[in-house]
Nanobody, 127 residues
Framework: QLQLVESGGGLVQPGGSLRLSCAGSGRTLRFYAIAWFRQAPGKEREGVSCITSSDGSTYYADSVKGRFTISRDSEQNTVYLQMNNLQPEDTGVYYC????????????????????WGQGTQVTVSI
């Protein structure tokens, strides 16, 4: 059974940076597509970014392109989300998810594409 644990969230001022980590245990993450989702209060969970297992292709929501970078460290069995120039609208609980690579390639930002989810880490962007 694959387990995912997120870390790295916190409180940051607008324009600041955070790096989120998604650590896997039980199975090797490199065999899965890994995505980051976020959920703001009162809003639906939305896809932020994804990295595939096949060729390392990456996908980003339009709202974070140019500011966020997803990467994978297979030796550490961890996927990272580097978030720069954070804005108040980036506030929310960030979840990592693992799923079948083909399903993610078809619809990387669909929640149904992922079978395993972490518990989430809070990111708050505020003065």
């Amino acid at each position: 059974q694959l387990q995912l644990v997120e870390s790295g969230g916190g409180l940051v001022q607008p324009g600041g940076s955070l790096r989120l980590s998604c650590a896997g245990s039980g199975r090797t993450l490199r065999f899965y597509a890994i995505a980051w989702f976020r959920q703001a209060p009162g809003k639906e969970r939305e896809g932020v970014s994804c990295i595939t297992s096949s060729d390392g292709s990456t996908y980003y929501a339009d709202s974070v392109k140019g500011r966020f970078t997803i990467s994978r460290d297979s030796e550490q069995n961890t996927v990272y989300l580097q978030m720069n120039n954070l804005q108040p609208e980036d506030t929310g609980v960030y979840y990592c998810a693992a799923g079948d690579n083909m399903a993610a390639v078809i619809a990387w930002n669909a929640r149904d594409a992922y079978d395993y989810w972490g518990q989430g880490t809070q990111v708050t962007v505020s003065i």
